[in-house]
Nanobody
Framework: QVQLVESGGGSVQAGGSLSLSCAGS????????MAWFRQVPGQVREGVAA???????TYADSVKGRFTISRDNAKDSLYLQMNSLKPADTAMYYC??????????????????WGQGTQVTVSS
């Protein structure tokens, strides 16, 4: 079965960096659209960054220029490099996957597989 396991979360001070990873298994990783989402308790889950199977990327305006999404199909892995972190970036971060191209790359309804999440906390 499809499994997504996130890692790399933690606590960091504002201005710092963190790198998240998502290991996929049970599916042909290279053919899936992948994305990172985040959610604060009591708020809706929001799209952060997405990468299609062809490598094209999409970013939320709030993270453009600070976050970089990438994928390594040989390792069945998705990454999110987060720089210049702000307290507003504090959230649970989730990896998501869909077996094919998606239209709205940062929309939760486009993805049908989700990881359990990894917590990112940015202090001021």
């Amino acid at each position: 079965q499809v499994q997504l396991v996130e890692s790399g979360g933690g606590s960091v001070q504002a201005g710092g960096s963190l790198s998240l990873s998502c290991a996929g298994s049970g599916f042909t990783f290279s053919t899936y659209a992948m994305a990172w989402f985040r959610q604060v308790p009591g708020q809706v889950r929001e799209g952060v960054a997405a990468v299609d199977s062809d490598g094209s990327t999409t970013y939320a305006d709030s993270v453009k220029g600070r976050f970089t999404i990438s994928r390594d199909n040989a390792k069945d892995s998705l990454y999110l490099q987060m720089n210049s972190l702000k307290p507003a970036d504090t959230a649970m971060y989730y990896c998501a996957a869909y077996p094919g191209p998606v239209i709205n790359r940062l929309a939760t309804w486009e993805y049908n597989y989700w990881g359990q999440g990894t917590q990112v906390t940015v202090s001021s």
